[in-house]
């Protein structure tokens, strides 16, 4: 289990900038189909706020991770205590 807890690390910490990468891409070409500056103006806030929300939650993904693939997950804690 502890092995698959250290491929995941891998995972994650790969996920996160992906997902960031293809949320910019995504957010560059959904601009770039606007046709008036007032939808222009939309569309930008619209993926700015997006990008806002999610660019913390990837990197907390990325650091999740990392964590994982250090091992800091490999001793659970059997009481509330710990």
Same mark, same amino acid.
């Given at each position: 289990?502890?092995?698959?807890?250290?491929?995941? /690390?891998?995972?994650?910490?790969?996920?996160?900038?992906?997902?960031?990468?293809?949320?910019?891409?995504?957010?560059?070409?959904?601009?770039?189909?606007?046709?008036?500056?007032?939808?222009?103006?939309?569309?930008?806030?619209?993926?700015?706020?997006?990008?806002?929300?999610?660019?913390?939650?990837?990197?907390?993904?990325?650091?999740?991770? +990392? +964590?994982?693939?250090? /091992?800091? +997950?490999?001793?659970?804690?059997?009481?509330?205590?710990?």
């Amino acid at each position: 289990m502890n092995t698959l807890k250290k491929f995941l /690390g891998i995972v994650w910490m790969l996920l996160g900038p992906l997902a960031m990468a293809f949320l910019i891409t995504q957010a560059i070409d959904k601009v770039s189909l606007a046709h008036s500056e007032i939808e222009r103006t939309n569309t930008i806030l619209q993926w700015a706020i997006i990008l806002f929300i999610f660019f913390p939650i990837s990197i907390g993904l990325m650091i999740f991770g +990392y +964590y994982a693939w250090k /091992g800091e +997950y490999e001793q659970l804690a059997d009481h509330s205590s710990e």
